[in-house]
């Protein structure tokens, strides 16, 4: 049975959708609770582009990672559903990971009465994250809406983008995570705005920048020095891995050597975003700013010295998105959820280009593609 699954996954990557779900479908007559072959078989029917057996498929699975049917299966039948950007459905299916132990992080039990999207004036309103540092960029881009409705805004934030996310337009104070929490009078979760506002596609808040350099960068003068030599040249960004914490970072992040055409293109001053040291890097001469990147601030000011951002799904990404700078995201052929299907361009971020695999795996087709358009006038 392991051996199909893994013959299953091979098929997957090399582009045969209709071996891979066959392979899956032997494991499933075998053992229909395996959670890793329905993951998997998801996979396969979003790829051939059939986003209603791929939302069949995530139920399935819900079901028996739930035992019944529930918030898991609403929660994973939201990702499906926001895929190809169905919203608000979406939304509204993914309002369920409020109610399911463990989809969520932190959990939180407030005392205080949730906001219910009434206008506040004269109150106090703490909207908090949850999951990522991508997902708070992203979702902070609601708070100018918020605010709009009345009184004072507090955000809570994860510690490493306290500063940065003060400078939104809407946030009347930031509390770090583990900071003390002001009095307030009702509460939000942060990722439900888009569902309390019956956000569509074409009603994303979208006007960029939202945020910008915050005044204290503690590595200004060190990151002026290295940015000053690519004066006289074209300077570009690159970010190839995201966290290593994350569960698809080995099929998100791009293996340094496909990343090595990139040298061809003239006149380039090539900058790494990659913290994390001791990273291969994709070719000679890329000017390391990882060592000087110790806060978001950091990296914030150094994405606003760049002409144009090269980068895989992460951070990063909704930072530079974020402040309005030109990137170019290079994304799996079945993305996260928020950068939808069939399309090159996000509703989210208008500076910011999608580049996806055509077969799950396919790096090099994709550098290649941005390769062109690099190189091509005008």
Excluded at 124 to 148: C, I, N, S, W
Excluded at 173 to 182: F, L, N, R
């Amino acid at each position: 049975m392991e051996r199909q699954l893994v013959l299953a996954g091979c098929l997957l990557e090399q582009g045969d959708l209709g071996g891979a779900r066959a392979a899956l479908e032997q494991v499933l007559a075998w053992d229909p609770g395996h959670l890793v072959a329905h993951e998997t078989l998801v996979q396969v029917h979003l790829g051939a582009g059939d986003p209603a057996r791929a939302h069949k498929e995530q139920t399935r699975r819900a079901l028996f990672l739930d035992g019944r049917s529930g918030p898991a299966a609403d929660c994973v039948w939201a990702h499906a559903t926001l895929l190809y950007g169905e919203m608000p459905l979406g939304w509204d299916l993914y309002e369920a990971r409020l109610a399911a132990p463990g989809l969520t992080m932190p959990e939180r039990h407030f005392t205080h009465p949730r906001w219910n999207g009434e206008s506040f004036p004269g109150k106090t309103l703490l909207l908090h994250y949850e999951q990522g540092l991508g997902d708070t960029l992203m979702f902070v881009r609601f708070a100018p809406r918020v605010k709009a409705l009345g009184g004072r805004v507090l955000l809570a934030a994860q510690r490493p983008l306290a500063d940065l996310v003060a400078t939104c337009p809407g946030i009347d104070e930031v509390i770090p995570k583990g900071g003390p929490v002001p009095p307030f009078d009702c509460h939000f979760p942060l990722l439900s705005l888009p569902w309390l506002f019956r956000t569509e596609l074409a009603s994303i808040p979208a006007e960029v920048p939202y945020l910008r350099v915050p005044p204290h960068v503690p590595n200004r003068q060190a990151l002026c020095e290295r940015l000053a030599l690519g004066a006289g040249r074209l300077r570009v960004g690159l970010a190839w891995k995201g966290s290593s914490d994350h569960p698809r970072d080995a099929q998100r992040s791009v293996p340094p050597a496909c990343l090595t055409p990139l040298a061809k293109l003239p006149g380039v001053a090539w900058y790494s975003f990659q913290r994390e040291g001791g990273l291969p890097e994709p070719f000679p001469g890329i000017l390391a700013l990882g060592p000087l990147l110790s806060t978001f601030s950091d990296t914030a000011f150094a994405l606003e010295a760049m002409d144009l951002l090269i980068t895989v799904d992460t951070a990063v990404a909704h930072l530079a998105g974020a402040l309005g700078i030109p990137t170019l995201l290079l994304v799996t052929n079945i993305p996260d959820w928020r950068w939808l299907m069939d399309r090159d361009d996000s509703p989210w971020y208008p500076t910011l280009r999608i580049y996806r695999q055509p077969l799950p795996g396919d790096w090099d087709s994709v550098v290649q593609h941005v390769l062109a358009d690099l190189m091509s006038p005008g």
